[in-house]
Each structure stands twice: as C-alpha cells, then as structure tokens.
C-alpha cells in the first residue's frame, strides 16, 4: 500500500538558517503530493503540492519538487523566520481520486530568534 | 466563507465513557472526511463520506467508533465505550467535486484534541 515517511524531528533551527525536512514516499502509479502545515493552536493547512513528476510546488518561500526516481518530496526553505514554527507533514493521495491523504509521521520545527 | 468547523476542541473523558465529536463542513462540500492522529504519530485516515453516503470506511478502527452525516451536512463521530488508545487528535476535512477533475478545496478543520484517562 501507500506510505510517507519523513525524516524524524524535532528540528531545531536559528532564524534565517536553511531548512530541509525529508520525505520520501511508497506509492503504486502516480500520486499527487502534499506538505501541510499545522500552526500552534490551528488546523492543518495546505503549503505546496505537486502534481507530477519534475513538477516544483512553492509556497511562502517553501519549495518541494516531485522526484519519481527518487520517490521524494523533500521540502526546502533558504531562510527560516520565528513564525514558521510548526509541524509539517509530507502527504500523498491516492492515484485514481484523490479523496483520502496519506500522511507521514509530522515534523516539529522550532525556528529560535 | 466559513471554513471547516469541528467542537468540541478538546474533550477529556472517562475510560468508558462515550463522546461525540462534530463536525461541519464549508457548505455545498459533498465530500467529508475523519482523520486521526495518535500519540504524535502520522495523520491516519479513517472514513469518506459523500453526501450521506459512506465511501469508504476502511480506515476506522473498530466498531467503538460509529460516524454519521444524516442529511449530507454535518457529520458526528462518537465513540462507545471511549478507550485509552483512542486519545489524540481527530481531524476532519471536506472538499468538493469538480467535473472530470477530482476533489477540490480539500479544507481541514481544526480538530478536536480528545483525552481519554
């Protein structure tokens, strides 16, 4: 079956450092693929996604791009801010509707001042 | 546009004991969705609803949990007898259909923070 697989947090982070949270996926055809957000005390927002191979989804300065061969989806950040403390999860769909996510275990990012 | 709205936000409970957890859809969003997240694990689905229909319900756990959507609007998810595993966070989602191309505005509420001790 599907699954996603980010790198294991917390992850901790001094204001303007570079950031990359690893994901990679298991998967049977072509999924779509997802990073969510979720800020302290609010519900899980969509960030980027992508919907084929090669393609790059981009968002607040947050990129990711769709690595078939690779099977990874690995998210990128240049300079961090203090607001972007959250926990970020990978996630794809299922090929044929898209209607049920599967999601990686979630990474905490402390961004520090 | 209101977004996807869930309550109670947080709910502690006996072990036992039963709760229900609502949810409301954005409106005219035919596709509703129960997510769950334990102990600080990955995000794990639990059931689709189309209209009042449920799609697929391969996720739920077992059969403490029942999910409704009477009428196609909002949607409960009670569970009976509440066990200590089921502590954690449950979310919910809707989306609508566009013609020939699948799911959009895939939208998450808040989730309702359930503690079950």
Redesign the interface.
């Known amino acids: 079956g599907n699954s996603?697989t980010q790198m294991e947090g917390p992850v901790t982070l001094s204001e303007e450092a570079f950031l990359t949270i690893n994901c990679t996926y298991t998967a049977t055809g072509y999924p779509s693929l997802f990073w969510?957000v979720q800020y302290p005390?609010?519900?899980?927002?969509?960030l980027l996604k992508a919907t084929k191979a090669d393609d790059k989804g981009s968002n607040k300065g947050f990129e990711a791009t769709y690595r078939k061969e690779t099977t990874s989806f690995h998210l990128e950040k240049g300079s961090v801010q203090v607001s972007d403390s959250a926990v970020y999860?990978c996630?794809l769909d299922r090929e044929t509707?898209?209607?049920?996510?599967?999601?990686?275990?979630?990474t905490q990012l402390t961004v520090n001042p | 546009e209101a977004g996807v709205t869930q309550f109670p936000s947080h709910s502690v409970i006996e072990k036992g004991q039963t709760v229900t957890l609502r949810c409301d859809p954005i409106s005219g969003h035919d596709n509703l969705y129960w997510y769950r997240r334990v102990m600080g694990k990955e995000i794990k689905f639990l059931l689709h609803f189309v209209k009042e229909s449920k799609q697929d319900e391969s996720g739920m756990p077992n059969n403490r949990f029942l999910a409704e959507r009477t009428g196609g609007t909002y949607s409960t998810l009670k569970v009976q007898p509440a066990e200590l595993e089921d502590s954690g966070v449950y979310f919910c989602a809707s989306s609508y259909y566009y013609p020939g191309q699948g799911p959009h505005g895939y939208t998450f509420g808040s989730g309702t923070r359930l503690t079950v001790v």
Do not use: D, I, K, N
């Not at chain 1, 005390?41 to 969509?46: A, N």
């Not at chain 1, 509707?97 to 979630?106: N, Q, V």
């Open positions: 996603v969510y005390g609010e519900g899980l927002q969509l999860f996630a509707s898209g209607s049920r996510l599967t999601f990686g275990e979630g």
